[in-house]
């Protein structure tokens, strides 16, 4: 966690004045989203994105694959073509494949997919691509894909840091084969090998060799949507060894895709529910996911809330009881922040297990959450790999956000019961959701 500027641009978090029933319609998910550019980017034939989620990360997505020569055309239908830029708001992504080509710069902002899941893509284009990004993703983990690159083949220059910035010096293609890295600070190392392997000339056989694997089920939703696309994985659900994941070499499908509601986007609507006694419906909500946020249903219902899945989507109701919770989050890092805002607003207190390598998220999570609930009146303290949550009255505050989108929603939960919450740069929720302001009003009926 770095130190804020004093002062950037204050939200005043709107105060629910009664309980919110709402119905709220949370756009596509990040993680499919960009796992889908990058494979339609990859794929024999041109493929279909739709109701992609249009933020700061895909769109810093689709911009480095356009950088290396990949067609993407935003439509409004399947048959009206409207624009090729990023201004205009777009119902489907239509991805042309092509060769890929250097020389390229990718902008990866704070974008771990990005960072991680394009340095792959970058070995198999023709010439150099310089990657290069905010000042946190200079101190984000890399060095598993960088290694591993080097390991099967690719030629690059990160002047040996391990991190950004940095240069792929693509040669049109890779080796591949079997690879060991340490992906205990991130999933997203393995993910991102996994995605490029159909296209590497042996494919790949990642061993991750470190300490536990957070994320799991962003791993499965890597593999889901590879196999989607025709390519072949054995993993260690599929009957192989643990810790082990193999791809074959080939083609990969051109396919149309209808992406999922951001799941962990619809977090914070949910927990507004939860913490005012409400109601939220978030239509769409799959009945069969590999995104994390699914989890919500459990770990919010043992906060307190009950939920239907109905015709009309994910019913989520609380029963004006908010509970604390012991949960190991490792699987599911992503929802701490959002389950650390409710804690603080609980009848009991709270321990959130397995999350170490939040440290290294967008921001040091654990630091912030413990810095922010504390200055509003909250009694959080830090353990060597999570966080202990004891619930105390709150008070209004500012709450910083470190450019951290999920920093953002969750004092915005905290304000809906917690009168004078002033949230700072609540415009770092474009990151994953650029409408969060207007989404919360409409949810709160202003
Ligand atoms: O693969 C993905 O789409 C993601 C994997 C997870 O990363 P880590 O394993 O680094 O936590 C998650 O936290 C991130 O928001 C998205
Ligand atoms: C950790 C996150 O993002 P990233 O994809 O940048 O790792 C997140 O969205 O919570």
Redesign the pocket.
Known sequence: MTENPAHIDLWPAPHASAAVDATVHVPGS??VT??ALVLASLAADPGWLRRPLRSRDTLLMAGGLRAMGVGIEETVSSSSTVSRGPAASGEAWRVIPSGLQGPATVDVGNA??VMRFLPPVAALADGPVRFDGDPRSYERPLNGVIDALRALGARIDDDGRGALPMTVFGGGALDGGPVEIDAS????FV?ALLLSAPRFNQGVEVRHVGSAL??MP?IR??VDMLRNAGAQVDTPESGGEPNVWRVTPGALLGVDLTIEPDL?NAQPFLAAALVTGGRVVIPDWPERTTQPGDRLRELFTEMGGSCELTDQGLVFTGSGSVHGIDADLSEV??LTPGIAAVAALADSPSTLRGVA?LRL?ETDRLAALTKEINELGGDVTETADGLHIRPRPLHGGVFHTYDDHRMATAGAVIGLVVEGVEIENVATTAKTLPDFPDMWAGMLGN
């Open positions: 990040k993680s960009n796992r771990g997919t600070s991130s999933s997203q993910s957070p994320s962003h939703m890597t962990s890092g992503e390598h998220h």
